[in-house]
């Protein structure tokens, strides 16, 4: 089935480091979305990015698109603590039905380490 | 501006009890709206979604049913609660998914 998988599960990093985190689908989107969830609380729209970009910026972030690899990457320039949080990318497309869905990776928790 | 409430953040209820969770959005007209339920250290599952008043597409089979009695309210509810329920129950919003999804704070529920 169609979905988003984040990689890796887990990141530890220290604080000022850059942080990467991929997602993978497996059939054609509309765009791709990346979300910040802080423990416990809801989840907070980073960045989307549609099927005919490559590259976005927001702040200290950078996604990527490459639609030919069905894949994404979120970059975190200068991580801070603050910046801990998992991470989550979700796909938009239309499914067989030709509905309109949007499927969730796992997610990649992030520590950023003072 | 655009906001989104859900309420309440946490609740504890012993199985077989009822169940009604409320998110209400403001700032927008005609949203979609959803309901997720994520498991610890997973990601989202989608329960149900709404394009309107009254119309309710439930996407996985459960113990859980939803309502959208005005256009910018979305009901959770359950008549028997089972231990499986619990979980992290968030609600969501979006125009036609173009710009993202904004959520709710969530509602930690626990059956008991």
């Known amino acids: 089935s169609q979905q988003g998988e984040e990689d890796p599960q887990a990141l530890s990093i220290q604080e000022g480091e850059n942080a990467t985190m991929n997602c993978s689908y497996k059939?054609?989107?509309?765009?791709l979305q990346w979300y910040r969830q802080n423990s416990g609380r809801g989840l907070v729209h980073l960045i989307l990015?549609?099927?005919n970009e490559r590259e976005k910026h927001s702040g200290r972030l950078r996604v990527t698109l490459d639609t030919s690899k069905k894949s994404s990457s979120l970059l975190i320039t200068a991580s801070r603590a603050a910046d801990t949080a998992s991470y989550f990318c979700?796909?938009?497309?239309?499914?067989?039905?030709?509905?309109?869905?949007?499927?969730w990776g796992l997610g990649t928790s992030l520590a950023v380490n003072p | 501006s655009q906001t989104i409430h859900q309420w309440p953040a946490t609740l504890v209820q012993p199985v077989g009890s009822p169940l009604s969770l409320e998110c209400t959005v403001e700032?927008?007209?005609?949203?979609?709206l959803y309901w997720y339920r994520q498991a610890a250290g997973r990601g989202l599952q989608l329960l149900f979604y709404?394009?309107?008043?009254?119309?309710i597409s439930s996407e996985v089979p459960q113990n859980l049913s939803a309502s959208r009695p005005q256009d910018r309210q979305f009901i959770l509810s359950s008549k028997k609660l089972l231990l499986s329920d619990s979980g992290f129950y968030l609600c969501?919003?979006?125009?036609?998914?173009?710009?993202?999804?904004?959520f709710g704070s969530g509602t930690r529920l626990t059956v008991v």
């Open positions: 990015i549609r099927s």
């Open positions: 700032g927008t007209s005609n949203p979609n």
């Open positions: 979700a796909t938009d497309f239309y499914n067989a039905g030709n509905n309109r869905k949007l499927i």
């Open positions: 059939t054609s989107i509309n765009n």
């Open positions: 709404s394009v309107g008043i009254g119309q």
């Open positions: 969501a919003w979006s125009v036609l998914g173009e710009w993202g999804y904004t």
